[in-house]
């Protein structure tokens, strides 16, 4: 089943049991989807459609931070169940000993033995591991075994 019918479907029964939280998301879950696909004018793929998910818990992430700043707990747990349920669609996450090894892989490929070769070793990574790893987490693990 692709990743769109599933969240269709999923909209479905939140709609049928009337769970307002979950509905939320997934709505705008659906809105983000169907906005980019009408902004390039194609049928997205589950690989685009893991992109918009991860761009979405990004941006939930970084509401957290705000609204817990701002003393907002009832915002902070508002965005937290929203984004539980969007994490819901997220490929399965590498734990991380699989990530250094692409790292180290990586790193032996480009023969990168410092910092400013971080964009080579980067380039690589994002290939493989897009979709199924935290790029920003991915990042300071790289910068961490170039030093």
Same mark, same amino acid.
């Given at each position: 089943?692709?990743m769109k019918?599933?969240?269709?479907?999923?909209?479905k029964v939140?709609?049928? /049991?009337? =769970?307002?939280?979950?509905?939320? @998301?997934?709505?705008?879950?659906? @809105?983000?989807? #169907?906005?980019?696909e009408?902004?390039?004018?194609? /049928? !997205?793929?589950?690989? *685009?459609?893991?992109?918009?998910? #991860?761009?979405?818990?990004? #941006?939930s #992430? /970084? %509401?957290?931070?705000? +609204?817990?700043?701002?003393?907002?707990?009832?915002?902070v747990?508002? /965005? @937290?169940?929203?984004?539980a $349920?969007?994490?819901?669609?997220?490929?399965?996450?590498?734990? =991380?000993?699989?990530?250094?090894? +692409?790292?180290?892989?990586?790193?032996?490929?480009?023969?990168?033995?410092?910092?400013?070769?971080?964009?080579?070793?980067?380039g690589?990574?994002?290939?493989?591991?897009?979709?199924? *790893?935290?790029?920003?987490? $991915? %990042?300071?693990?790289?910068?961490?075994? !170039?030093?």
């Open positions: 089943m692709l019918d599933r969240i269709a479907d999923d909209m939140a709609m049928r /049991e009337k =769970d307002t939280v979950r509905l939320e @998301a997934v709505r705008l879950l659906r @809105a983000a989807i #169907q906005r980019k009408v902004d390039e004018q194609t /049928e !997205l793929d589950d690989d *685009a459609v893991s992109l918009i998910v #991860q761009k979405m818990v990004k #941006q #992430q /970084e %509401s957290i931070k705000q +609204f817990k700043a701002g003393g907002r707990d009832d915002l747990e508002k /965005e @937290a169940a929203s984004m $349920v969007i994490e819901a669609y997220l490929p399965e996450q590498l734990p =991380d000993d699989k990530i250094n090894q +692409f790292i180290s892989d990586a790193i032996t490929e480009t023969g990168a033995d410092c910092p400013a070769d971080m964009g080579k070793v980067m690589i990574l994002k290939k493989q591991l897009q979709g199924q *790893a935290d790029m920003g987490k $991915v %990042s300071a693990m790289v910068k961490h075994a !170039l030093h």
